[in-house]
């Protein structure tokens, strides 16, 4: 602290100085922190717990190749897997809410709150921006099994003859099948795998009797004829698809349950409502596209775009569902904040 009279006219000159030079900086660069009217004005960067290749990377960068006309400036996807979602957690707990760090977020990121402890929470550290597809989920067998419908898959599991297989313990597909065992009556007999890709192999080989399999996965062997859906896990039957057309529901076959994968962005709480307009608006331009809905169809996927307060509700839903889940799989844990 300066006491004396020298340091208090050294204070005056410093903040007379000050003064003058603030009033220098153009006003296009004081208030972009806080308002974001000038944004963007550099690169946008879309955070994803896939490893490139993986569902969240592809959906990022078909969304950048389909928004960056609109956007009109550069944006990358920075990957950052392994860790139950740690190391993205970790990755975005250091970035600012100024719109230039956007989070692809999946039913797996509400999943590895309550599974692993970990991982980011979608209901208190972010806030929606899109939701922007989903993928059904099916229930699949390899089309030599002697299976023909989703009840002879139950009928055989009842009777001890059916493994199923999937994610590691405490993934989607686990926590699916553990419920369906639980609710059934079926011993629960699992085969665990790094994910639905090495699951359709093993569902070839006879390792396991079925699996759960998003569309994207599997869409290739069913069009070959290898992989035969019994049931989809969705609200409704996608006639639209041809390879989906006939495959019911599971609650048209009397397992009340819907269970589907999505994808969508969400931006760091404190984020400027008038950035979160512009990616809104810019994102939503980009899911009406024909380059995106041609993308959708031939990679077994559906529109499904929400928009920021109806995303929002979603998620809520969703942190119900799957607490609810691993709660009677055993797995429930509780983050530290």
């Not at 020298?6 to 003058?20: D, E, M, P």
């Not at 009109?72 to 100024?98: F, L, Q």
């Not at 859906?229 to 057309?245: C, D, H, W």
Request: hydrophobic share 40%.
């Amino acid at each position: 602290m300066i006491h004396s009279r020298f340091g208090r006219s050294l204070v005056v000159a410093l903040a007379t100085t000050w003064s003058i030079l603030a009033a220098c900086v153009p006003a296009a660069h004081s208030g972009t922190p806080s308002t974001g009217s000038s944004y963007p004005e550099r690169e946008i960067e879309f955070v994803t717990q896939s490893s490139v290749g993986g569902g969240g990377d592809v959906v990022a960068r078909q969304l950048i190749e389909f928004s960056k006309k609109s956007v009109g400036k550069p944006m990358i996807v920075t990957n950052k897997p392994g860790g139950g979602g740690k190391n993205m957690e970790n990755y975005m707990a250091a970035k600012k809410p100024d719109g230039y760090n956007l989070l692809i977020t999946t039913a797996t990121s509400v999943l590895w709150k309550y599974v692993q402890a970990s991982g980011v929470d979608l209901l208190t550290d972010f806030r929606p921006i899109v939701r922007l597809q989903v993928e059904p989920n099916f229930i699949g067998v390899a089309a030599s099994s002697p299976y023909k419908t989703f009840q002879d898959l139950l009928t055989a599991a009842k009777e001890g003859k059916v493994k199923f297989g999937g994610s590691p313990v405490g993934g989607p597909e686990y926590l699916f099948f553990y419920n369906l065992c639980l609710d059934k009556g079926i011993k629960f007999s699992w085969v665990a795998y790094g994910g639905g890709g090495e699951a359709a192999v093993a569902l070839l080989g006879g390792d396991i009797g079925a699996a759960m399999l998003q569309a994207s996965e599997s869409i290739d062997y069913i069009k070959a004829g290898k992989i035969r859906y019994l049931a989809v896990g969705s609200a409704k039957q996608y006639t639209g698809i041809p390879e989906f057309a006939s495959v019911r529901t599971l609650k048209d076959q009397g397992y009340d349950f819907v269970f589907e994968h999505w994808r969508g962005v969400h931006a760091l709480a404190g984020t400027p409502d008038v950035i979160v307009k512009f990616l809104v608006d810019r994102f939503k331009q980009a899911t009406e596209t024909e380059g995106w809905k041609k993308w959708l169809k031939e990679s077994g996927q559906i529109g499904g775009y929400l928009g920021p307060e109806e995303f929002g509700k979603f998620i809520t839903e969703q942190d119900a569902l799957v607490k609810g889940l691993a709660t009677k799989a055993n797995l429930l844990k509780v983050k530290q904040r």
